[in-house]
Structures are given as structure tokens and as C-alpha cells.
């Protein structure tokens, strides 16, 4: 995809996805046989209903379907949100992981599985899950130091509610 064509995509559908109380967080046009598929990701710090999702491919097929945005051919468009593991890439993503369970690759090689308590411009304060009966441990984690981070998935965990009752 065209770097023209991407920034057309987005200015066209970020003032349309940000009506809906969402942002636009990834665009990809991606070939598949015959076909062009564009998948949209969009998210909020609340997260995504079903229903807003319904709502907003309903407003971006409209708007595809009224310009020649993206060319001539068949496509398939795709909305979604950006599922239970998702990559932590910006800033607003750990903020709105705060009180999930991460997995971080750290630049030294390290890898540290925790539950983000706090996020501020300069890293993450973290809380380590003790092992075999051992109390949890603090750490701080500076995003300079985080090759990469991943949401993980909790079958078990504790819903805030419990935890308070």
C-alpha cells in the first residue's frame, strides 16, 4: 500500500471512527489472492463494544463505498479490535493495560511477567506474581528498557469486584 493511499485511508476515517468514541489504531491493506482486504483496528481506553465496532464498519463502508479511495477491484473490509494479546507499542497502550498481566522482552535479553500498576511518561511500575507461595515483588520497568511487550491472557484472574468483596 502506497504511503498516499495509507494517509488518505486515515484522514478519511479517523474524523469517522473518533465520532464513534474510538481511535484509529492500526490500517493495513493486505493482498489475498485476487482480493485486497483493508482491516481497521480501532480501540478507546474503555475498550470497543460489538455494537460500536457494528457501527463504525457500517460508517466506513458507506464512506468507501462514496470515494475512489481504494481503486477499482473487489475488497473485503475488516474492523476489529486489537484482541486479548495485543502488542503494547505506545504510550496510551500501557495505560490502558493498567491492571493486566504483560509479558516484557527487555533489551538485556530479560523477560519479566507482571501486572502493570502504574504507567507515566518514563516506564511502568509493575507487580511480580510471587512463585510458590512467595509474596509479590515491586518493579519499575523505564520503556527505554522494553523491547517488547505483550498483553497476556488471565483464565483465572480475579474480576475487581471479587477482589473488593
Known sequence: MSTTQSDRLRA??????ASQGLELEELEVASVGRKRVLRVVVDSDEG??????????????????????????????????????????????????????????????????????????DGIDLEVPGVKGRKPTARR?????????????EFNRKDKKEEEA
Open 141 to 153: 520497568a523505564e520503556f527505554a528498557d522494553i523491547a517488547k511487550a505483550r498483553v497476556q491472557i
Open 48 to 121: 470497543a463494544d460489538l455494537d460500536q465496532v457494528a457501527d463504525v464498519s457500517r460508517a466506513l463502508s458507506a464512506t468507501l463505498d462514496e470515494t475512489d479511495v481504494m481503486g477499482e477491484g473487489e475488497y473485503d473490509l475488516e474492523v476489529g479490535t486489537p484482541g486479548a494479546e495485543r502488542p503494547l507499542k505506545e504510550h496510551r497502550h500501557y495505560v490502558r493495560a493498567t491492571g493486566r498481566l504483560v509479558k516484557l522482552q527487555l533489551n538485556d535479553g530479560g523477560e519479566v511477567v507482571a501486572r502493570i500498576l502504574a504507567v507515566d511518561d
Open 12 to 17: 478519511l476515517f479517523e474524523p469517522l471512527i
